[in-house]
């Protein structure tokens, strides 16, 4: 057996996370191994975030152009999905290409390797015949991937995962949804826009169950109006394929037949493919376990999904500063001064290293209307004995959203002892974006007398935040 080649540190998986740390620790100056047996970037730039937003940006388009009756005269349009499968493929993925992004790690001084990175004992992890020894720390990166649920037939059908769904040239006639939640329902209003007959199959009461039943309503509305068809409460029993369509057999003896499948039932964490056990931890986690500064054990960071901190870009992205600030200052106790070993560039030492904080954690589901929420809902403020004072208000009752005609809704969740907002949800044509204004009212706990005597710019749509603090009650 060869002998482990030391390192600085390893990092395992290079998602957005993964990547941002290794990049950042090799800038530094630190010898950094990157390990990836994907694509690096992760799940973001090739097949989440980027690829996705321009088939919703597409879609939007077209619905925008819908309403021009209503508004403005008269309009035609006629969808063509080609140039859209072609910036995907171009413009976002490079053909699903990750040559432009090893090298943007290899150019900040980082050595890139391919392939599957477990932990093989204190300190070293093994990837095929390679063994590293990380001076400093090993960081794990690597991910989550789709959930499959075990469904009757379903696994020895040609279904689709987000992956498929994104990379398709040809749209089908019909498409099946399993599952509600925010990838489920973003994807499937895009593709009904473009012409497709899709029925969303979702087994809780409602869709985007995890966040307000007034938004979930909204949302649900949205697409119905799209012609979707939504059927919740309603569990599969059984898939078939005939090698034309797929069956969906559900309780109460529902059937539905449509030309794909698109499973969009969550994501988990393959944490038995990382040799934990060599280290002492349990891989039957559903995520690693970690502490304010990512800390897994010593000597382990983990960043991204597999925190279970929430499968989200910036949330990784979060992570990764705090991790790098922690490996840094790691390092430095580790070695005080270049006459030790390596040599820190552009790290002078920091004031203290951040803890994480998730308390205003913000998530977006960019239907149309977009939903974007942060910190609790009504329902989990409840469950933790919080004083809870909602405030709702409707965005139709605003001059904006008259405007527009636009379906929607602000809804604050305060902690009435503490006068604070605790959590909030933004319905509506920008709802992403006017939730940035109550991420720093969260994250700030700005009292509520405060947010109540700030001057709203008439007319936005933010301004229904006013009412719906004039309503909290």
Excluded at 334 to 346: F, K, W
């Amino acid at each position: 057996m060869a002998e482990p080649e030391v390192v600085d540190v390893v990092v395992v998986g290079l998602g957005v996370g993964g990547e941002e740390v290794a990049g950042r620790l090799a800038e530094a100056g630190l010898s950094v191994v990157g390990v990836e047996r994907g694509l690096v970037g992760g799940e973001c730039p090739y097949w989440g975030c980027v690829p996705s937003k321009m088939m919703i940006r597409a879609a939007n388009a077209l619905a925008e152009a819908r309403r021009v009756d209503e508004f403005a005269g008269t309009a035609q349009v006629q969808p063509d999905w080609a140039p859209v499968a072609k910036r995907i493929r171009e413009e976002a993925t490079d053909t699903w290409d990750d040559t432009v992004a090893v090298r943007r790690f290899t150019d900040k001084g980082g050595r890139f390797v391919r392939g599957d990175g477990r932990l093989d004992g204190p300190g070293r992890v093994r990837v095929g015949d390679q063994v590293f020894q990380a001076r400093h720390g090993i960081v794990l990166g690597t991910g989550t991937r789709p959930v499959v649920p075990p469904i009757d037939g379903l696994a020895d059908t040609p279904y689709w995962t987000n992956h498929q769904a994104i990379e398709v040239e040809d749209l089908p006639g019909s498409l099946l949804v399993l599952g509600g939640g925010a990838i489920g329902l973003e994807l499937a209003q895009a593709f009904a826009r473009f012409g497709v007959a899709v029925t969303i199959v979702e087994a809780m009461d409602r869709v985007l169950a995890v966040e307000e039943p007034e938004a979930s309503e909204v949302a649900a509305a949205a697409l119905r109006a799209d012609g979707v068809r939504i059927e919740t409460g309603l569990r599969a029993e059984r898939v078939a394929h005939d090698g034309r369509a797929f069956t969906l057999y559900g309780t109460g003896g529902v059937t539905i037949v449509a030309d794909e499948l698109l499973v969009a039932t969550g994501r988990r964490a393959d944490l038995d493919e990382l040799g934990l056990e060599t280290m002492g931890l349990d891989p039957s986690r559903r995520h690693l376990a970690v502490d304010d500064r990512m800390r897994v054990a010593a000597g382990i960071w983990a960043v991204g999904d597999l925190t279970g901190e929430g499968p989200f870009t910036h949330v990784a992205m979060y992570q990764a500063a705090i991790v790098v600030a922690d490996v840094l200052d790691h390092t430095r106790q580790a070695q005080p001064g270049p006459e030790a070993g390596t040599t820190l560039s552009g790290t002078a030492g920091p004031a203290g290293v951040p803890r994480a904080d998730y308390r205003a954690l913000p998530r977006v589901t960019f239907t149309d209307p977009e939903v974007g929420a942060v910190g609790l809902t009504e329902r989990q403020a409840r469950e933790r004995g919080i004083n809870v004072q909602v405030g709702l208000s409707r965005l139709g009752s605003s001059a904006r959203g008259w405007i527009h005609r636009a379906d929607g809704l602000i809804k604050l969740v305060a902690d009435a002892d503490r006068g604070v907002l605790v959590g909030a949800t933004s319905v509506g044509p920008a709802g992403g974006e006017v939730l940035s204004a109550l991420v720093v009212a969260v994250h700030g706990a700005v009292p509520i007398d405060q947010l109540r005597h700030m001057i709203y710019a008439y007319p936005t749509f933010h301004r229904a935040i006013e009412d719906a603090l004039r309503n909290l009650r």
